[in-house]
């Protein structure tokens, strides 16, 4: 038969052993995210750019006619002032000023063809 007061003493436990999982998921995701960012973190190579060097920078509007065949990158500039630790200013080869500032992310080592 149906017993309200162990119904009841059930569910309390139920309860219980709920907040215990979700700590222990929260416990283990932690240490998840953890572990991703050590083996991110290791095969991560920094972006060594530094005064003078020449680099391309990502193309973000390339020409509608080539289609997804255009060019990605697009120069070669060189950095004529390091704003922040990967943050850049550019300049063309003829010492045109580039107006903005960019992010080692859209940038990429020119490497002068011999």
């Known amino acids: 038969m149906y017993d309200g007061e162990a119904n009841e003493e059930a569910r309390l436990l139920d309860l219980e052993l709920a907040q215990e999982r979700r700590e222990l998921a929260a416990i283990k995701l932690a240490a998840t995210k953890e572990q991703v960012a050590k083996y991110y973190n290791a095969k991560l190579v920094p972006h060594k750019l530094n005064l003078g060097d020449q680099v391309l920078r990502r193309n973000f509007r390339p020409d509608p006619k080539h ?17 922040g630790a990967s943050t850049f200013k550019l300049s063309e080869l003829g010492g ?6 960019w992010n080692a992310q859209n940038l990429r080592r020119y490497y002068c063809p011999a």
């Open 67 to 83: 289609g997804k065949l255009a060019s990605a990158w697009e120069g070669p500039y060189l950095i004529r002032e390091v704003v």
């Open 96 to 101: 045109t000023k580039i107006p903005r500032t």
